[in-house]
């Protein structure tokens, strides 16, 4: 019987873990020889990845994108031969990656995907010396998705969002920057900017003007130049949602496979959600279909 190494975090997701592993381990172990790993703390998942990747077939994560991007960045560190196929079972309050996945809502229903599903390569991206899988952010609105309480972005859609950013207007920083690109350099003064790979980031589902390929080898990139009043805030968020320039000319999106980002000073950066460093120059790159991962139908 093939190896499967079960990693879960009990603190994702407010501790939506604790109690329900049984159905999950039943789903696992129907045709797998499973080891089980509860996280230890902050790196114990990317650690683990590395360390124990030669042992398993399959290695499967439980808890949010934080989670998953532990393991992705573990994995990275490895020859690509030496990354073992992954399953994730999202338990985190935002799990904007199983969106691209199509995974299943209950626990058990992707406990049963992470066994059994349809593995297929991804991309993965590198920041400097450090690994993202779906994306990287810097400026205004990196917290804004991760602030703004769900039920808010359910009902109200990005109208929650609006209500959100508009509060900070008055504050937005705007930062001087080089950006080097596939297609040519962009030289301007951008408040925010987001190299993604992903159809839904901070738990709203955007729908972009071409489809999202995880495999292609390539990043879609929005910068965005400092909005000035709620109506030009507005036309920004939507067109972040749908990747493509707004009315008022205050976005740019393209595409590339690498961009290296040049600012004036050290700028803050999320890596899927989670706090990615801060520094003045970004060498992003894309690892066309380094991971192999486990899609729902």
Not at 40 to 69: I, K, N, Y
Not at 171 to 193: L, N, R, T
Not at 220 to 238: H, I, S, T
Request: glycine fraction near 12%; proline fraction near 6%.
């Amino acid at each position: 019987m093939d190896k499967l190494l079960f990693l879960y975090n009990l603190h994702a997701g407010k501790g939506m873990l604790r109690g329900k592993l049984a159905p999950i381990l039943d789903e696992l172990t129907r045709d797998w020889d499973v080891t089980v790993h509860p996280t230890r703390g902050p790196g114990d998942a990317a650690e683990t990845a590395r360390t124990r990747a030669g042992e398993f077939q399959r290695m499967v994560c439980s808890g949010g994108d934080g989670t998953l991007h532990e393991v992705v960045n573990g994995l990275m560190a490895l020859p690509p031969e030496a990354r073992p196929v992954v399953g994730y079972i999202p338990a985190g309050t935002t799990n904007d990656f199983a969106k691209n996945l199509r995974l299943p809502g209950t626990l058990g229903e992707a406990a049963a995907v992470a066994a059994a599903g349809l593995p297929r390569p991804v991309d993965i991206g590198s920041f400097n010396d450090k690994s993202f899988l779906y994306i990287a952010a810097f400026g205004a609105f990196t917290d804004v998705a991760y602030n703004t309480p769900q039920q808010a972005k359910s009902m109200l859609g990005h109208l929650a969002y609006v209500l959100e950013g508009a509060t900070r207007l008055g504050s937005i920083q705007a930062y001087p920057m080089e950006v080097e690109h596939d297609g040519g350099v962009v030289k301007d003064s951008f408040c925010y900017g987001m190299v993604s790979n992903t159809i839904s980031v901070g738990g709203f589902k955007g729908t972009p003007a071409q489809p999202v390929a995880l495999d292609d080898g390539l990043f879609e990139v929005a910068l965005v130049r400092q909005p000035q009043n709620p109506l030009q805030l507005q036309g920004v968020l939507k067109a972040l949602s749908n990747m493509a320039p707004d009315e008022g000319g205050l976005v740019t999106c393209f595409r590339t496979s690498r961009l290296k980002l040049t600012a004036r000073e050290a700028i803050d950066w999320t890596l899927d959600g989670e706090f990615g460093g801060r520094c003045r120059e970004a060498e992003i790159v894309n690892h066309r279909q380094a991971v192999t991962i486990v899609y729902g139908e």
